[in-house]
């Protein structure tokens, strides 16, 4: 069975279906939510090879799940946060309309997104998350600087940063566009970096508004699968 749907102006058929990573229930690590309990749902496939990547796994396999029974799995657990991650989430068309499903139904979806994909069209309930890519992680290239346009003040810009160099890139483009004065700003080392504490430092010493941040679920459980 497949249904319409309204995306940027354009109608396009889909069925209320979407491939699946790994769906798990936890807190959530990162952002302004950090700590609350939230629902994870890893959608699979991604067109983007990060340097840092750690869901590989998600780029290939994954199971067909309909939207009602991830609607179910989403009111067992609970939590009125749901976060939609990959991969790259916004790859699958039918992602779009099942984030007003959750919506509508009460939710607050958290779209964890690359930057690579045009977002215009997203629920204005949906909270982004955005990671503007930096140079170390191989894919600067390919974002798509027009999406910070689209981003509302409540929204989150993440810099994943591997090197120095790439902190100052990154406080060189937070300065440049304003960042810190239009939206929320994350700086996130990579979690092998042994220079955490340098970084916190420079964001300290930075003036910029922003806020540092380590990965607490990594904290917690380490690189366990499904926390």
């Known amino acids: 069975m497949s249904e319409m749907y309204q995306e940027r102006g354009l109608a396009f058929r889909f069925r209320p279906r979407l491939k699946i990573s790994e769906t798990f229930f936890s807190l959530q690590g990162e952002g302004l939510h950090s700590g609350y309990p939230c629902t994870f749902i890893r959608l699979t496939g991604c067109a983007l090879r990060c340097t840092y990547c750690d869901t590989t796994y998600a780029f290939y396999g994954g199971a067909w799940r309909s939207f009602e029974s991830l609607l179910e799995e989403v009111q067992r657990n609970g939590s009125r946060y749901v ?21 509508a139904a009460g939710f607050v979806p958290l779209i ?43 929204d989150e810009v993440k810099f994943v940063c591997c090197s120095m160099a790439d902190l100052a890139w990154s406080f060189d483009v937070i300065r440049r566009l304003r960042l810190d004065q239009r939206f929320q700003v994350l700086i996130s080392p ?38």
Do not use: C, Y
């Open 112 to 154: 964890e997104t690359s930057g690579a994909v045009a977002i215009d069209g997203l629920h204005p309930s949906a909270h982004v998350v955005l990671d503007l890519k930096t140079p170390d992680s191989g894919e600067a290239e390919r974002m798509l600087w027009s999406n910070l346009d689209l981003l509302k003040p409540t």
């Open 190 to 227: 990579i979690a092998a970096s042994e220079e955490k504490t340098v970084f916190a430092e420079k964001v300290v010493e930075s003036g910029l508004n922003i806020r540092f941040q380590v990965q607490l679920h990594k904290v917690l459980w380490g690189d366990v699968p499904g926390k």
């Open 83 to 103: 976060q939609i991650t990959g991969g790259e989430p916004l790859h699958q068309k039918a992602v779009w309309p099942f984030i007003d499903r959750l919506v």
